[in-house]
């Protein structure tokens, strides 16, 4: 019932920015945390940022400092702010929320492209 879908990807250059964004539908009495995963070429899919209901937040080591996550409880939505994009950042970015009683949600994916 519950539906995540990803906007905001595309092809950009080395040093440019993009913000990634992710919206749920349904029928949503919580959300308990949000974060974003991507899936590199030839790699296993890996955790870039976390946001807590607190508002506590993490980030991989890779995009520490370049990436920032944020959310709208409001909307049910999760941004994913990546600045000083790089080409090794290339490739397919899921958002994810942990909802209600504690089920995990996924979003389709969203391809993000770094050109050098």
């Known amino acids: 019932q519950v539906q995540l879908v990803e906007s905001g990807g595309g092809l950009v250059q080395a040093g440019e920015s993009l913000r990634l964004s992710c919206t749920a539908s349904g029928r949503i009495l919580s959300i308990n945390s949000m974060g974003w995963y991507r899936h590199l070429p030839g790699k296993q899919r890996e955790l870039v940022a976390g946001?807590?209901?607190?508002?506590?937040?993490n980030y991989a080591d890779s995009v520490k400092g370049r990436f920032t996550i944020s959310r709208d409880n409001a909307k049910n939505t999760v941004y994913l702010q990546m600045d000083s994009l790089k080409a090794e950042d290339t490739g397919v970015y899921y958002c994810t929320m942990n909802l209600d009683w504690g089920r995990d949600y996924w979003g389709q994916g969203t391809q993000v492209t770094v050109s050098s």
């Open positions: 946001i807590r209901s607190g508002g506590r937040t």
